[in-house]
Every structure is written in C-alpha cells, then in structure tokens.
C-alpha cells in the first residue's frame, strides 16, 4: 500500500472519497467505471486549478531558470502563466470529460477539469477573473519575498515535485512530493511549500515534517549531492503562503517527529485494517464509510457515482 499525507486527509475526511481515487480510479483499465472514477478524480475547484497553475509556472520555467543561471523576469512568468490559463481554460469550458477518446497523456499541459462544468455551476465571468488576478498576485508576491528568492537563487540545485519514497512499515510505502527542495552547500537542504489560500491560516508544520523525514529516509537520486545526508530536524522547512506574502518556517524537534512518524504508522494502520490487501475487484464502496458532513459530500467529485444504487460494482 502507498501512503501520502494528502490520501490521509482524505480517508478521514470520507473513506469513500479515499476508496475511489486510490482504489478505484485508474487509467487503464478497461472498466468504463474505473475510467469514469479516475476522470473525476481530476476535477478540480477553480482555486484549486488556479493554485496549480501557479505551482506548474514555479516549478516548470521559474525553477529550470534559476538552475541554469538564467535571470527571469516576473513578466515573463507571468507571461507563461497566462498561456497555461488560457489553454487550461479553454480545455475546461469544453468539459469533454464523456469523449471515449480522452486521454489525460496526450492533452499534455492543456488538460484541466473544473468541478463546476461537471456538477452544472460554470464558472462565471468573475470566478474567471478573480482566479487571474490571484494567479498574478501569487507570482508577484513571490518576486516579492526578498528571502524565499534569495534561497532559490543561492542554492546549488532546486529540485521541484520529486517522488520520495521510504518503507513505513511491512507493506506500507511513504509517498511524497514537495514543492522544492533546495540544496545549498554546507548548509540543510531547504524544504518548501507553496500555498495560494486566501486566508493562508493553516499551520502545515506536519505535512512538512513528513517531508522532511521522507527527505532523510528515501534512496538518494542522482541530482543529489553527493554523499548526502539529511536529518529532518536539522532541515529548514518553509511554507510560503503567496497570496498573502508571509512565510512560515518551521524547524521540528525530536517529540515533532516522533509525532509526525505516529501520525503516519496510525492512519496506515487505519486503512490497512479496512483493505487487508485486497485489491478492486475484491473490494466494494459499500465497505466505507461515507462523509459525515453533508459539506463534505457537496464539494467531493465523486458525488455522482458515490450516490448511484447499486453501489458494489
């Protein structure tokens, strides 16, 4: 089994909602089900997709930039960020989720799905607008934050969105992605995370400390250091909040990691209990549990075939 922070969140949140992005959806499969559940898995709110399309501008062209010494300008991320709105946008407004054609991999960076289009609330004029102005605001913040740039800029290398993976437990593997790791000499790697939340009010010192033990416990990759080392106290693991130009840098101690590994080994546990290594076809949603929140059920992309009788497939 493959675990990550944000699969936790959503098993206690609704086991449901867990089942069918992480059991049920997939790609392949011949299933018109299964390929039903792993489209709606990619709907997203439209501060979700804005929040993205900032994360793919950093991490796509303004960190490649900073690797190669190249200077970049705020308008030309900008730039760059407008054309992947567009697209993206354009791409959404046609919904063509039902196409029997469509396949995720060859839209390549077009492809986005709004929650919206599928459960009948198109974005207006100025949800589109709003979501541009955010986008704009967050890169411009980002230039801003005099600190958060100077780390980027001075580091050795900045790898963004890498896989970390580590064994758990038996059967049970830590996945995870950070944002942007920046590895600097003589100096702890530099862990971030970007948000794009209005009110930014989250505290996510336990998401980054998973990735700081995710750092310290994966096989080193090959645009590593050299000889690298990494204890997750020691690393600096920042959360940048853009929309609200505040930053948040978080240095855990030994009782915040054995609190963060507690965490992990106990949701594990949680949904190990319930799947017992059984794969789809020996599994039903009628086995999880629903939300326990009507609000929950409302924003969930999976309302559609979460709430079809017969449930068991």
């Excluded at 198109?122 to 541009?132: G, N």
């Excluded at 996510?204 to 997750?232: M, V």
């Excluded at 609190?259 to 999880?288: H, N, P, Q, R, W």
């Amino acid at each position: 089994m493959r675990w990550s922070y944000s699969a936790s969140r959503s098993f206690r949140q609704c086991q449901r909602q867990w089942f069918f992005k992480n059991i049920a959806a997939s790609a392949r499969s011949n299933d018109p089900l299964r390929r039903r559940v792993y489209l709606l898995s990619k709907l997203q709110s439209v501060s979700a997709w804005r929040g993205k399309v900032v994360d793919d501008v950093i991490s796509k062209t303004l960190i490649p930039s900073l690797n190669r010494r190249d200077s970049i300008t705020l308008k030309t991320v900008k730039q760059r960020a407008r054309c992947l709105f567009g697209s993206q946008l354009a791409f959404a407004l046609r919904h063509p989720i039902d196409d029997p054609n469509l396949r995720v991999s060859r839209e390549g960076e077009d492809f986005a799905l709004l929650y919206g289009m599928e459960y009948g609330q198109a974005p207006t004029e100025q949800d589109i607008a709003q979501a541009w102005t955010e986008i704009e605001q967050a890169l411009t913040n980002l230039y801003n934050m005099s600190g958060v740039r100077e780390a980027l800029k001075s580091a050795d290398r900045v790898i963004s969105q890498r896989a970390l993976q580590f064994e758990l437990m038996d059967g049970v593997t830590v996945l995870a992605y950070p944002d942007a790791i920046a590895f600097s000499p003589n100096r702890p790697p530099l862990i971030i995370d970007w948000k794009v939340h209005t009110f930014g009010q989250n505290d996510a010192w336990l998401q980054l400390a998973i990735y700081g033990i995710a750092l310290s416990r994966s096989k080193r990759h090959t645009d590593f250091p050299e000889n690298f080392r990494c204890d997750p106290k020691e690393a600096a693991l920042l959360e940048a909040q853009l929309l609200t130009e505040s930053v948040r840098e978080h240095h855990v101690v030994e009782d915040e990691i054995t609190e963060a590994e507690e965490y992990m080994i106990g949701s594990a546990c949680e949904i190990a209990s319930l799947t017992e290594g059984k794969k789809y076809a020996d599994l039903s949603v009628e086995d999880f549990q629903a939300a326990h929140h009507a609000e929950t059920c409302q924003r969930c992309a999976f309302r559609s075939i979460c709430w079809e009788k017969p449930h068991a497939h």
